[in-house]
């Protein structure tokens, strides 16, 4: 069985990456910018038997959902003590006709599944292409992927590490190079559903961070602030920047790194 999810909230995708995992079904993420026929071409064919989306999705789900064969919801209606909070409404009449669940009650069931055990060449995952030169294309991802995609940072990495992660988890980085790398090594995660500028350095301090990814604009909008006596100042170690930009070490000197 292949489990999606879509929504922006980024526990909510770990909580699933992990269980689909756990139970032997595959995780296949959908980019939560995705609406209309993007959405509804990856929804049938992906063929879902069970599709976990978040308010924040909902009504975009909605608007395809008639068009697609999934037969089964679970939704994450967050709280107010949620962070993600006033995010999303699920529309009135959301899966009618099918069985719908709600995230929070699912896991406060207290079930416990029964571990299936899994090998190296089992499909773990269906992570899906841009789409640039033509329909997405589902790339299909083994256990033995996830562990050599991951090998060479791992190895970097100490006990003690502390993962910084705000990559959405519909896309490797995030979902394998970020998240799923530490569980080797057994290192804590800071999780968060989207980068910040202004927040960034705030978030490492909070959480103690010492690695994680800079990817492309990221760079320039954190160089670009004000220079503070105080820069290097931080938990930060070591960075995977990529693409690799030409001012590389000018970072490193100024952050720390």
Partial sequence: DRVSVMTRNSLVATLVMFACWRV???????????????????LNDTQPSVLVVG??????????????????????RPRPSDHDFGQGEVPAGFGAGRRVEDFAQVVASGGRPVAVPRGYADLANIIYTSGTTGPAKG?????????????????????DDVVYCDLPLYHVGGAFFLVARACWNGNSVGLWDKFSATAFWDRIRR????????????????MSAEPRADD???????????????NHHQVAQRFGI
Avoid at 139 to 159: E, F, K
Wanted: charged share 10%.
């Fill in 24 to 42: 032997g079904t595959v995780y296949a993420p959908v980019n939560f910018n995705y609406k209309g026929k993007l959405l509804s071409y990856q």
């Fill in 55 to 76: 308010a924040d999705c909902a009504q975009a789900v909605h608007e395809v959902l008639g068009e697609t064969a999934v037969g089964a919801l679970v939704v994450h």
């Fill in 139 to 159: 790339v299909l991802h083994s256990y033995r992927w996830i562990n050599q995609y991951t090998w060479a940072m791992r190895n970097i990495n100490g006990p």
């Fill in 207 to 222: 959480t103690g961070c010492s690695t994680g990814v800079l990817v492309d604009v990221m760079i320039p909008w954190l």
């Fill in 232 to 246: 290097r100042e931080n938990t930060l170690n070591k960075m995977h920047m990529q693409p690799l930009p030409l």
